[in-house]
């Protein structure tokens, strides 16, 4: 999951790079994210200063903490999967503010 997590970590950065509106909107956010996958392995990373961290293995105490199976994660990245459908019906667990949750679904849609 590692790869998976890096590729979308590259991907919301370029995003950041290329699109100014999305640049200035993270400009001034700092949050923690960990992600534990299948009950098992954790990874996470850190939005701020505009950029987001590489993604680390290991567990922290987050801002916001999701909890997914490998399976379903993949099916929301390649939109097979809503995001919002798996969390209605709890195959995706979010532990978080509303506002963080309205970050973490922005994004998951980069």
Do not use: C, R, W
């Not at 590692?2 to 919301?12: A, D, G, I």
């Not at 949050?31 to 290991?58: A, L």
């Not at 399976?71 to 509303?98: G, T």
């Amino acid at each position: 999951m590692k790869e998976v997590l890096n590729n979308l970590v590259k991907k919301m950065n370029d995003k950041i790079a290329n699109d100014q509106a999305y640049a200035k909107k993270l400009q001034s956010v700092t949050k923690s994210i960990d992600i534990i996958f299948d009950d098992k392995d954790s990874y996470y990373f850190k939005v701020e200063n505009g950029h987001i961290t590489e993604p680390q293995e290991g567990k922290i105490d987050a801002d916001i903490t999701v909890t997914v199976s490998s399976d379903v994660f993949n099916k929301i990245l390649s939109k097979e999967v809503n995001a919002m459908d798996a969390y209605m019906k709890q195959q995706i667990k979010i532990k978080s503010s509303l506002m963080d949750k309205l970050l973490l679904s922005d994004l998951l849609k980069a």
